[in-house]
């Protein structure tokens, strides 16, 4: 048997950082490398995410063969997205409808007027930062090079909730990254 005890210090929960926890950049922009260093000026924050935080579903699809008889004798993968989900709540955050529509389908800002144009356009896919702090103050970084929006919820407008973009994205494999679909930074000093 091992020799590693239970230890309740190491059980955390994910809050998001004070300064913004989601950031986009165009594709190609410089990763950080750690979970406490400035992020390149690309990345621009969307704000305010709703209580539901951030879900990732990284869980690999398998197919098993069986013999005649019913036995299983070869189990593989067929497999494997990356997803995360997450609701957007700052809806006059021109980063947050360039993300939900299209950075080519969003212009202007509140000052000047924002216009958004829905279309069958394909948005290119963008890097993805998502920061945290878990228990006693340890930085906690999601660096996805690549990923695409593959599904945005219904867009409620009532007086009742807030309005949310439910966005997902899909994380592709990167060639930089030894064609890991995330890399993930926890501790350390920063920079």
């Known amino acids: 048997m091992g020799k590693s005890k239970n230890d309740a210090s190491k ?48 869980s690999p699809e398998r197919e098993t063969t069986r013999a005649w008889g019913g036995d299983p004798v070869n189990t593989s993968q067929t497999e494997k997205d990356d997803t995360y989900k997450f609701t957007m709540i700052e809806a006059l955050n ?26 069958s356009q394909e948005q290119p896919n963008m890097a993805w930062v998502v920061d945290m702090i878990l228990k006693g103050d340890v930085p906690k970084r999601i660096v996805i090079p690549s990923a695409a929006v593959t599904a945005v919820g219904t867009i409620t407008y009532a007086d ?16 930089d990254y030894e064609g890991d679909t995330h890399r993930e930074f926890i501790g350390g000093a920063s920079e």
């Open 94 to 119: 021109v980063n947050v409808l360039k993300a939900v529509y299209g950075e080519k389908n969003v212009s202007g800002d509140l000052a000047t007027g924002i216009t958004i144009r829905a279309n």
């Open 160 to 175: 009742s909730s807030v309005i949310g973009y439910e966005t997902t994205i899909s994380a592709e494999p990167w060639a």
């Open 11 to 58: 059980v955390s929960a994910g809050k998001p950082a004070v300064v913004g926890a989601i950031y986009t950049a165009p594709v190609n922009s410089t990763l950080p490398t750690k979970a406490k260093e400035d992020l390149d000026p690309a990345f621009q924050c969307v704000g305010y995410i709703s209580n539901d935080g951030v879900a990732n579903d990284n």
